[in-house]
């Protein structure tokens, strides 16, 4: 089993910066993808971003590079870093685990990210 505890999440106005962190505790040598998706009220749940164990990044198309992962060297905890944020990118913001060898996702409870105009 894997557990993701997601952190970083709050109130910021608009064109402010804010960056979230997901650590993955319990059985990481299964993880092979970890990421991020969000979920707007109203909205299902869409990729933000994810990371494989070698390096490979993947972002969201409605991203537009404003948010930029990254991991720790020893590939936990994973990074969002997101710049310039517009009231659209409220949301709950998820971290996402998934294990090909084990054929399991794993997810966390979500981080609230709420921005002002």
């Known amino acids: 089993q894997v557990q993701l505890v997601e952190s970083g999440g709050g109130l910021v106005q608009a064109g402010g910066s804010l960056t979230l962190s997901c650590l993955a505790s319990g059985s990481t040598f299964l993880i092979d993808t970890m990421g991020w998706f969000r979920q707007a009220p109203g909205k299902q749940r869409e990729l933000v971003a994810t990371i494989t164990r070698g390096g490979i990044i993947n972002y969201g198309d409605s991203i537009q590079g404003r948010f930029t992962i990254s991991r720790d060297a020893t590939n936990n905890p994973i990074y969002l870093h997101m710049n310039s944020l517009k009231p659209e990118h409220t949301a709950v913001y998820y971290c996402?685990?998934?294990?090909?060898?084990?054929?399991?996702?794993?997810w966390g409870q979500g981080t609230q990210v709420t921005v002002s105009s």
């Open positions: 996402n685990a998934l294990s090909l060898s084990s054929s399991k996702t794993y």
